[in-house]
């Protein structure tokens, strides 16, 4: 019997082999399974060394070209006529004496080849001697090697820059024993937060307070990068808790770490990271924030690489691959998220001395000014790939609120030197009076959005900050118009009061109308709930700050007791979904704004006006201080590194 032919993976036909009762006449005629096997065994062994040999083994004419590639024979378009062989566009000077030379080039080459392989051979031999656990030390010692001077390049210091001037970090405490009391009483309520978030959601972004552990949302992506403690950092170092401060910072020192295959919100990571990050620096002088945020801010970067420049929405942290958001209109970025990364980017390049971060942001800005604006209003929605505004809506709440609250802090944070971002603001702000603007029929001025085309009378309270910039913003406004911003700051203020106080909870909807007979309430079910949000208390406090009037003071009270009251459980505290339910039913969220916006807020309402004060001091969106730079102008000409 003979086996059937067998057919090497090359393809050629090999001779059939006469394995049967005359290779082997001992042996009945058919040969048993295991006999079969171990034939086969030594065949396909020996099959493989062919195939290795045809081509694994070097292979002269190939020798031929490297060696040649290494000498200056292989010129291209060079005359045949002068005794040359042409060998593809290249030519090879075939004289007697360069032969003998390339022979001995050759020889020596091919013994350094053999050396090495000889080498290679010695060492696999050594490694086979060791067992697999030594072999295992031996590369996590590689390894660990790798990541130690991974870790140095990371960690260089920065160049030393004149930190500006940082008053009023730690003083702020009320003479009067019953704002003493109320100042107090925030900061029990920023302990039982931070308290639980430490015992039931450490290094998570943020903590389900009912639940009892870690919470994240896609902003973040699937990353656990500690958003709480990042975000409550500052507001830690004010209220004096420098034990629970210094336990956040060795945190961030020992396991804050962008390296995550995450894909997160650039305008998120940028308003709670990078200015958490900033504010934490600016405060307690530590190294390891400045260093962090540089960090991270490198690894935002990407997002710009965009045909216009306008980043994208979304970036791997990993990959540096950005996408927008699935919803946004046209595949857009959007302009609350793109416009706001002024304050944070200058500071960077303040600090770093590296012009990077402040080009990306001006970039943006020329970008936005030379585009037609419909009614002299900016659109929430930018195509990045087109440089195209999207579908035509226009909001000072969510999509668009913090784009204008940047232009004006740009120019407050420049010591107002940036009057170009100044008067982006005044044209802004004109074109929202006249266009979104409105006195309702009960007489409260709100802020309405524009959509397809006409006024929609809805009010988000993230539209609510509002008041606190208009006040912010007074003074050096066009026309010297300081009263009636000031005046407009306080109508806002009032509309948003008004929105708490007709509610069963005495908390704020989500959004709230101004039609049909309503005024100030929510209609929609989905638009009743409280996340716990800062931006009516953020405006009690401009307006408390620029009037010194008590109903302020009042109405944060007011604020801080129903949040006490129906968003406290024992671990922790929790939005609630319906403010005109007597009974709420909770969202199992402590979001970290809580802790960086909401409480800072209402400690800073309770405390006297030298606490950051507001011509040293400009606060993020995230409700993070960052200094005033003196700068001589905006291309950071102050900071020695950067000349
Ligand atoms: C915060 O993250 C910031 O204030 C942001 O600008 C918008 N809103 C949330 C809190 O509501």
Redesign the pocket.
């Known amino acids: 019997m003979t086996t059937p032919a067998l057919l090497p993976l090359s393809g050629r036909r090999l001779p059939p082999l006469n394995l049967g009762a005359s290779a082997f006449p001992h042996h009945r005629a058919t040969l048993r399974l295991s006999e079969k096997f171990i034939l086969l065994l030594i065949l396909s062994a020996f099959i493989t060394l062919c195939f290795g040999a045809f081509f694994f083994l070097p292979d002269s004419s190939k020798h031929k070209r490297f060696d040649l590639g290494l000498e200056d024979v292989l010129i291209p378009h060079v005359d045949t006529s002068k005794g040359g062989k042409n060998l593809g566009g290249f030519l090879i000077h075939g004289q007697g004496h360069d032969e003998h030379r390339h022979r001995e080039e050759e020889e020596r080459l091919r013994n350094k080849i053999r050396a090495d392989h000889e080498k290679a051979l010695e060492e696999a031999k050594e490694k086979l001697k060791k067992s697999r656990d030594e072999i295992q030390a031996e590369i996590q010692t590689e390894k660990n090697k790798v990541v130690q001077e991974l870790k140095k390049k990371d960690s260089k210091p920065l160049p030393p820059v004149p930190l500006p001037n940082l008053i009023g970090i730690n003083s702020g405490e009320p003479a009067d024993p019953d704002i003493r009391e109320k100042r107090n009483k925030v900061k029990e309520m920023m302990k039982h937060a931070w308290n639980n978030y430490r015992q039931y959601g450490w290094g998570h972004n943020e903590l389900k307070p009912i639940a009892r552990k870690g919470h994240s949302t896609n902003i973040f992506g699937n990353s656990q990068m500690g958003a709480t403690i990042v975000d409550a950092l500052d507001t830690l170092y004010i209220m004096g808790l420098h034990d629970e401060f210094r336990e956040g910072q060795e945190w961030i020192d020992k396991n804050l770490d962008f390296s995550v295959n995450s894909e997160v919100s650039v305008f998120?990571v940028n308003?709670?990271f990078i200015g958490g990050l900033l504010a934490a620096y600016y405060l307690s002088g530590q190294e390891v924030f400045k260093i962090k945020a540089v960090q991270l801010a490198g690894k935002l970067l990407p997002a710009f690489n965009t045909p216009t420049g306008i980043p994208w929405a979304m970036v791997n942290l990993k990959s540096g691959v950005g996408r927008n958001w699935g919803w946004a209109s046209a595949g857009s970025s959007i302009l609350a998220e793109f416009g706001?990364l002024h304050m944070e980017f200058v500071h960077l390049s303040y600090l770093t001395g590296d012009p990077v971060y402040y080009n990306k942001v001006m970039h943006i800005r020329k970008l936005l000014q030379k585009m037609d604006r419909p009614n002299g209003l900016y659109p929430n929605y930018l195509n990045p790939r087109t440089g195209r505004w999207g579908q035509h809506h226009t909001s000072v709440g969510g999509l668009g609120?913090?784009f204008y609250e940047y232009l004006l802090k740009a120019w407050l944070m420049s010591d107002k030197m940036d009057t170009e971002a100044r008067k982006m603001y005044d044209d802004a702000i004109e074109a929202i009076e006249k266009h979104l603007i409105r006195k309702s029929n009960g007489g409260l001025t709100f802020i309405g959005e524009w959509k397809n085309g006409h006024l929609e009378r809805k009010m988000g309270h993230?539209t609510c900050?509002a008041g606190g910039m208009f006040a912010l913003g007074a003074d050096g406004s066009r026309d010297d118009k300081a009263g009636h911003y000031l005046q407009l700051g306080a109508e806002i203020a009032h509309t948003c009061h008004e929105s708490y106080d007709r509610t069963t909870l005495k908390l704020g909807p989500e959004a709230f109308k101004f039609d049909g007979g309503v005024e100030a309430v929510a209609v929609r079910q989905n638009e009743k709930y409280y996340i716990l949000?800062?931006?009516v208390i953020e405006t009690y406090w401009y307006m408390w700050r620029f009037t010194h009037d008590p109903k302020y003071r009042q109405w944060g009270w007011e604020a801080t007791q129903a949040i006490d009251k129906y968003c406290r459980v024992s671990g922790g505290f929790s939005g609630v979904k319906d403010v005109y339910s007597s009974s709420p039913t909770y969202d199992d969220v402590q979001q970290s704004?809580f802790l960086a916006?909401t409480l800072k807020y209402l400690y800073l309402l309770f405390s006297n006006d030298d606490l950051l004060p507001l011509d040293n001091w400009v606060f993020n969106?995230?409700a993070h201080p960052l200094p005033v730079l003196h700068l001589a102008n905006t291309t950071l000409s102050g900071n020695p590194a950067y000349r």
Request: charged share 45%; net charge negative; proline share 7%.
């Open positions: 998120e308003i709670r706001t609120d913090s993230l900050f949000r800062p931006e704004f916006e969106t995230e």
